[in-house]
């Protein structure tokens, strides 16, 4: 069992930054596949970026890549997300995401692929 505790969000700027936070309790976090998601009101839930257990292999979607960047920390149970530029689009509610470590051939850029989820931080960027 993990869980995962999010923070870093806040009201921001446009081509402001902001760095979330995603903390995971438990053992073996480094076997773990963890990703980020937003959720915007009105909206499904989409994918923003994932890094896999190995930490060298990350992956971004198109409306984040080149403006956000997913790292992790294994001795401190966390994975980063920083994120610059950002635009009013970016608004929404950011999610931590972990599952077991899968081969990297195997999708992890939907909600589906993850057992476990955190409650959310709130990013909002003003125009």
């Known amino acids: 069992q993990v869980q995962l505790v999010e923070s870093g969000g806040g009201l921001v700027q446009a081509g402001g930054l902001l760095r979330l936070t995603c903390v995971a309790s438990g053992r073996a976090f480094g076997n773990y596949d963890v990703g980020w998601f937003r959720q915007a009101p009105g909206k499904e839930r989409e994918f923003v970026a994932t890094?896999?257990?190995?930490?060298?292999?990350?992956t971004y979607s198109d409306s984040v890549r080149g403006r956000f960047a997913i790292s992790r920390d294994n001795a401190k149970n966390t994975v980063y997300l920083q994120m610059s530029s950002l635009i009013p689009e970016d608004t929404a509610l950011y999610y931590c995401?972990?599952?077991?470590?899968?081969?990297?051939?195997?999708?992890?850029?939907?909600?589906?692929?993850?057992?476990?989820w955190g409650q959310g931080t709130q990013v909002t960027v003003s125009s």
């Open positions: 995401a972990a599952r077991a470590r899968r081969s990297s051939w195997q999708t992890a850029e939907r909600p589906d692929d993850y057992d476990y």
């Open positions: 890094v896999r257990w190995i930490g060298s292999i990350s």
